[in-house]
């Protein structure tokens, strides 16, 4: 295997588009083709990886999850471009790591099989340079467009942090796995304390300031592993998978100091606290995980931390919120 880091690329002549840039990979077991292509993709301004055969493909996309396109030859020992594309599906990354199969002529039998099992498009070899640029190019705009679809369907406009309806569907996925894996889940509901007053005060356009800098904030301190959401106006949630009742006590906390300094505005600054509630799912203790439970039960323990005064943490074990 080889990287090739990005040539000048872009444009050639006067009035040319330039080529969007992107991160590929080329599976070949040829050595001569690898080299090729991956030249020719290197003077069109992309980043390029290659591998020898598709295991050796699947190893060098583990270590690099910002590939973006593959180019995978169909004939190779080890693994073919099908056990490729099946092994992608079975990890659900086709969508995260398109293909393009290239094959002969010959292969056409093949290359449906291929097309069946998701591949988004194959080239014949031997290829025309120009032709592969484009349909490169083509691949990557489609990609980067159903993207940005894709994200604007999960994330919330403003924040940038995941909507309530991704928040709704890992919930239900984590409380699953912990389950079948019998490690705790935590969930914990933010609410930024009188916030309305803040909108009164300094008008919306400020209040989406501090929205926005929360969420900077919750995001500098959750675990790599957590989900963090809007669920709401100025609620988020946090999804913490494996953790416990300390733990979780410990992620909030994290959370509720990290609003210890004012937010800077375009009004000054602005001091915002919030209140946090929690609850954990243990498997050991309930057999059946139940999300309307759990979400009851730590948006009882955020009442109680507005009712004891704001700016606190409460986390339920079990049925019984302790103050903290």
Known sequence: MEYLPPGEGGTTQAGQARQPSGRLLVIDDSQTARKGLSQLLQNKGHSVLTASNGMAGLRVLDRHPEIELILCDLVMPVLDGLGVLKMLASRGELRQHPVIILSSLGEM????????????????????PEEMAIRVRNALTLTRTLNNLSSLAHRDPLTGLFNHRVFAEMLQRELSRSQRSGVSLGLLFADLDLFKSVNDRYGHLV???????????????????????????????????EADWEGLHTLAQRVRLAMEEPCVTSAGPVKVTVSIGGAVYDPRQHQAPDHNRLISLADRALYLAKDAGRNRVEISQDDLPLLN
């Open 109 to 128: 039998q093949r290359v449906v099989a291929c097309l069946t099992a998701g591949a988004m498009d194959f080239v014949r070899k031997p290829f025309f």
């Open 207 to 241: 209040g989406d300031e501090v929205l926005k800098e929360f969420s900077r904030r919750v995001l500098q301190v959750a675990r790599h592993s957590d989900l963090v959401a809007r669920y709401g106006g100025e609620e988020f949630t946090l999804l913490a998978p």
